[in-house]
């Protein structure tokens, strides 16, 4: 029987040797119950790999996408236990016929998935060619496995896989997910590494490369700081608005005991803003064919291309640039569709598109009487009959001899007398009003990046009377010591329409802004006098844009008897001995601009369309030859967008063809599509 002090002596001895042991329990759950609930706000990574953010998407009116973001991946696979293959087993030796038949089952693997993408993949011969890319992946790398005594591999499947399906497809390879392979007698296992990047892809590539613009693959560095992975480098890309805000980032995390935890931390990548445009993507592409027709009608009659061309469509109601397309000659005569986009990087003298702005300004002050006439004789002094004597001669001169013409004929047969006798009677001050109003050298709120802005002469005002009446006031009343845009030809046409002053606007306006906040100068009633007169362009016997109008006749024929389109040319020259001709050539020469602006329905605008086309060497270079059948066929093509739109039809046989019969012009030279 054992005593009680024996008793005690053992339960001290085993209470001694449990207290390390209860120590230690009582550490361990304070580590793991209390301590690691800590650690994780301590944790610090082990592995974080970034999550790139999109660039913005650019929209059209509709909300179709002209400019977006794809994911494309880059497939690496690697496999461990590799059936054949040594490792770091000196006794083993490399199995050739196990190694071929695992290369086989690979390929077929893979060659299964890749073939869920049909656009890449489908074809036979596109097959064939991927079997034998991935067959030369996987012996290659299989050579440097037995070099390096590894059983394991890593081979590139695809740097450009962007298809769904097949990515799906290759996922349900991977050995770490739920494989689509049962075969108990497969060894090996497959992961693999997927690398995502963005490529830009645009639904216009070509038809509307000038206005969006384009993304390079190169940094984009800003006060020494790279900001983003691509560089754009014109049109709407260049928006701000567009880059990526920051990217994510996808981390995982070990705890403060350094213990794996296998925790995801992830952090969303920001995209770009959405920007939704004023453009129309079938207006933009019709534009772009427009604006190339043009370009072949004048190599048609030349036989050589013009240096530069652009078109312009504007919605008249909102101020919203529908369509803007360009045209630039390369060297060896065909297009360079990545040339300067013209309807922004090109400057001309108008010429008499300008005419009837002054003209309606002077009209609106009560300085003209619509029925008077003006006195267009050969030999006319500018500014004789507002100073006398007249202190230079400057004779003023027609492009064919006139008599005294009514002020509607001035405008029909574009008289640069009659326009300069008009318009001086603005005087001074009133000529500077007319530039500041219609906004010459002033950007056109279009805010596309890259927009010149143009130049004026310096203010008429301040210059002395021979400046003023012989001058300066007078070029600038038929189109010359103006360099502007096409955009700011189109924005002057808009204020002119609007009776007040207007922007252009490139990103769709908020519901319910029309863009017009300005005071009207001009009256409707001036406005539809004025009117009356650009018609009479297109459809006057001794119209300047004549044969056009020809062909609106035409078109009523057949069936669009509502159909009318009013609008002014306009052709400017200037001597130049550094004149750079199409094929890179400077030559001393004449450079020849031909313009012309429309806009139709007559009585209440809708669309406005501004053509120009610039050619050096030239002679009988007119806008209503080779700018007004481009600008008339595309503002007809809107027309009739409108009305299957609203439901409404201007073709009772309902043909929505462009002609009814000949071109506009009605020439053998416009008659080539």
């Known amino acids: 029987m054992i005593e009680f002090r024996d008793r005690f002596r053992m339960g001290l001895m085993f209470g001694t040797l449990a207290v390390p042991f209860v120590a230690v329990i009582v550490r361990l759950a304070d580590l793991q119950l209390v301590q690691s609930a800590a650690a994780g706000a301590r944790s610090i990574p082990l592995k974080t790999s970034s999550i790139p953010a999109q660039r913005g998407r650019i929209l059209d009116r509709h909300g179709e996408e002209l400019a977006c973001d794809r994911p494309v991946y880059e497939v690496r696979a690697e496999i461990q236990a590799v059936p054949g293959l040594p490792g770091a087993d ?51 790398a299989l050579e440097r496995a037995v070099d390096s005594e590894r059983a394991a591999i890593d081979f590139l499947i695809d740097r450009t896989l962007d298809d769904a399906d097949a990515i799906a497809a290759l996922r349900s390879l991977d050995r770490r997910s739920k494989s689509r392979v049962r075969d108990e007698a497969v060894t090996w296992r497959m992961f693999l590494h997927e690398n995502v990047r963005f490529e830009r892809v645009y639904a216009e590539p070509d038809h509307a490369a000038g206005v969006i613009g384009l993304v390079r693959d190169e940094p984009l560095v800003v006060d020494g700081q790279k900001v983003a992975d691509r560089r754009p480098v014109s049109g709407l890309e260049r928006l701000a608005s567009l880059l990526p805000q920051q990217d994510g980032e996808h981390s995982r995390l070990v705890d403060a005991l350094s213990r794996s935890m296998w925790i995801d931390r992830r952090r969303e990548p920001q995209p770009g803003a959405e920007v939704r445009t004023t453009l129309d993507r079938s207006l933009q592409r019709r534009a772009d064919v427009e604006v190339a027709r043009a370009a072949e009608d004048v190599a048609a009659h030349y036989g050589s291309v013009p240096e530069w061309a652009g078109l312009v469509l504007v919605d008249v109601k909102t101020g919203g640039i529908l369509a803007a397309a360009s045209y630039t000659a390369a060297k060896d005569g065909s297009r360079d569709r990545n040339g300067a986009f013209a309807p922004t990087q090109r400057l001309f003298p108008p010429g008499s598109v300008v005419k009837p702005l002054h003209v309606a300004m002077v009209l609106e002050r009560g300085l003209l009487d619509w029925n008077e006439t003006i006195d267009c004789r050969p030999g006319y002094l500018a500014g004789s009959d507002f100073v006398r004597p007249v202190p230079a001669r400057r004779t003023i001169r027609d492009s064919h001899q006139n008599g005294p013409l009514p002020v509607s004929q001035v405008l029909i047969q574009s008289s640069n007398i009659g326009a300069i006798r008009i318009g001086l009677r603005l005087g001074p001050d009133g000529l500077d009003e007319y530039l500041q109003r219609y906004g010459f050298g002033a950007p056109s709120g279009a805010e596309l990046p890259g927009e010149l802005v143009g130049t004026v002469p310096s203010q008429i005002a301040s210059q002395s009377v021979n400046e003023q009446y012989v001058f300066a006031g007078p070029s600038v009343l038929f189109g010359y010591q103006i360099q502007a845009t096409i955009l700011q030809v189109a924005r002057a046409y808009l204020t002119f329409l609007s009776g007040q002053p207007r922007d252009l606007r490139l990103v769709e306006p908020e519901a319910g802004d029309q863009g017009v906040t300005s005071e009207r100068f001009l009256s409707s009633a001036t406005l539809d006098t004025v009117k009356s007169a650009l018609v009479g362009v297109l459809e006057d016997e001794h119209g300047t844009a004549r044969r056009v109008g020809a062909w609106i006749k035409k078109l009523r024929v057949d069936g669009y008897v509502d159909l009318e389109i009013a609008g002014k040319t306009g052709t400017s020259q200037y001597s130049s001995s550094k004149a750079t001709r199409w094929d890179g050539e400077v030559v001393n020469g004449d450079v020849r601009t031909a313009s012309f602006v429309g806009f139709t329905p007559v009585r209440e605008p809708r669309f406005l369309a501004v053509c120009v086309v610039q050619k050096v060497g030239a002679s009988s270079f007119y806008g209503g030859t080779y700018a007004a059948p481009a600008a008339s066929r595309l503002l007809f093509e809107a027309l009739v967008r409108a009305s299957k739109e609203s439901t409404a039809r201007l073709d009772r046989s309902g043909s929505t063809r462009v002609a009814g019969g000949a071109e506009p012009g009605g020439s053998a030279i416009l008659s080539r599509r």
Do not use: M, Y
């Not at 006794?91 to 196990?98: K, S, W």
């Not at 890449?120 to 996987?138: G, I």
């Open 90 to 140: 000196p006794f083993a030796r490399v199995d050739l016929e196990v190694l071929r038949a695992f290369k086989n089952r690979v390929v077929t693997d893979v060659l299964w998935a890749l073939g869920k993408d049909s656009d890449r993949f489908q074809d036979p011969a596109a097959r064939d060619a991927v079997r034998e890319t991935l067959e030369k992946r996987v012996i290659r």
